[in-house]
């Protein structure tokens, strides 16, 4: 009895161990040809503080300046305008996509490749 809960335990612990490396690895950083095509063809909307921003942008890493942000906080009137009511918000050629998004979403929408 103990030696198969001793397994089990083992077991579990690898699990969760092979799940922390897996969630956690890094991200590969998008090339800076793709975000400057992107960045091109849309404005995102954010906010500091905010815990999906943050996540878009480590996406993109080092070349998010190529993303043309504008944020919230720092310009409320032009978010209110817009009726932006969440963060990150997306304008691509004239539609929001609200929420996080994919890189490879991303590219559909705005055509870059």
Request: aromatic residues 10%; glycine residues 6%.
């Amino acid at each position: 009895m103990k030696k198969s809960l001793w397994w089990t335990i083992i077991v579990i612990v690898v699990i969760l161990i092979l799940a922390y490396f897996i969630l956690t690895r890094p991200h590969p950083e998008t090339s800076a040809d793709i975000a400057k095509c992107i960045g091109k063809n849309l404005v995102v909307y954010t906010q500091i503080g905010c815990h999906f921003c943050e996540q878009q942008k480590h996406l993109f890493g080092d070349n998010y300046q190529y993303i043309n942000e504008i944020v919230c906080n720092t310009d409320p009137n032009k978010c209110k305008e817009l009726g932006i009511t969440s963060t990150p918000t997306w304008i691509i050629n004239g539609t929001k996509y609200a929420g996080m998004q994919s890189i490879e979403k991303l590219q559909e929408l705005t055509g870059c490749k």
